[in-house]
């Protein structure tokens, strides 16, 4: 994105934060963009100021509105202001998200974009507005702390099986969770540690030199969906993709969909195109007996 006039020499110092502003006869649409590689915008409230009933409900509506977008206004100014122009950083265009509860995000430094297949990219941003996901390589806390920084991975999707992904955590059968919680937006944000030396059962198949899975890594895989199903969860997602052997190990990773069995539903934009079992279609309640297929159709893979 190329910026000019008054803005220019923010150039690489920002990501540009804005609120917009849309009036259309008595509607009223307010939303926030800013510059993540692409222009992420997203719609934060519409309303109509309508005669009526309710008009003065919808006035005191509007008034509450308008006073949290001057407080916007004079937050976006004292932000611009403390900006250093012409001290560009990449770290200006990553993700900087405010969460719904008020909570401070976790201190995290980014290194790169992840691809869905495990490949690191560090020279290219995605494109927010058309995936469904968004994964990025970071580090959590500072090498300077005791403590130390812990490497690891940030997602950013609509939905996500926290629940379901905190259980095996502390089994140890998918990447320690560290924080997951909803953003402004729309989103959840989780932040999840690295595997090291991690790849997926795809990767390890389809790399141009192909690599055994080790047989741990099933194992690993039955005994977490065994864990899940105890306590009425569907993982919902088993692709090889969403495998991962690590050090010997087998994890699961990917909880967008995980949910409880008879009550969450696979996403509307599911693709029927993919082999699921026979009852699994767009927008389906959940079962467990689609894990198990989808756990048998991995095993087959791997004959």
């Not at 030396?197 to 790399?207: K, Y």
């Not at 080790?214 to 692709?239: I, M, S, T, Y």
């Amino acid at each position: 994105m190329r910026v000019g006039g008054k803005l220019a020499h923010f150039q690489g110092s920002c990501n540009f934060p804005v609120l917009l502003l849309g009036l259309s006869g008595n509607r009223i649409e307010i939303g926030v963009a800013v510059c993540v590689g692409s222009i992420y915008a997203s719609r934060l409230v519409a309303f109509n100021i309508t005669p009526g009933f309710h008009l003065s409900e919808n006035i005191i509506h509007a008034a509450r509105i308008f006073r949290c977008l001057s407080s916007c206004r004079a937050a976006l100014a004292a932000h611009y202001r403390a900006v250093q122009g012409n001290h560009v950083t990449i770290a200006a265009i990553y993700p900087d998200p405010t969460s719904v509860s008020g909570n401070a995000l976790p201190c995290l430094t980014y290194h790169g974009v992840l691809l869905r297949t495990g490949e690191h990219i560090s020279t290219s941003l995605p494109d927010l507005g058309v995936g469904t996901t968004a994964l990025y390589r970071a580090t959590l806390g500072d090498a300077a702390t005791p403590d130390g920084a812990t490497e690891v991975v940030v997602k950013f999707a609509s939905r996500y099986g926290k629940a379901a992904h905190r259980l095996l955590s502390d089994a140890k059968l998918a990447p320690k969770l560290h924080w997951c919680e909803p953003i402004i937006g729309g989103l959840f944000m989780v932040v999840m540690d690295h595997l090291e030396d991690g790849a997926s059962i795809w990767r390890l198949r389809n790399s141009s030199r192909p690599k055994p899975v080790p047989e741990a890594v099933l194992r690993d895989v039955k005994r977490a969906l065994k864990l899940l199903h105890e306590n009425r969860f569907v993982f919902g997602d088993l692709r090889d993709t969403n495998v991962v052997s690590s050090k010997e190990q087998g994890f699961l990773v990917d909880f967008d969909w995980a949910g409880k069995e008879g009550e969450d539903r696979y996403p509307a934009a599911l693709n029927e195109n993919n082999k699921w079992h026979a009852e699994v279609r767009a927008h389906a309640v959940m079962s467990k007996a689609h894990d198990d297929y989808q756990f048998e159709q991995l095993e087959a893979q791997l004959k």
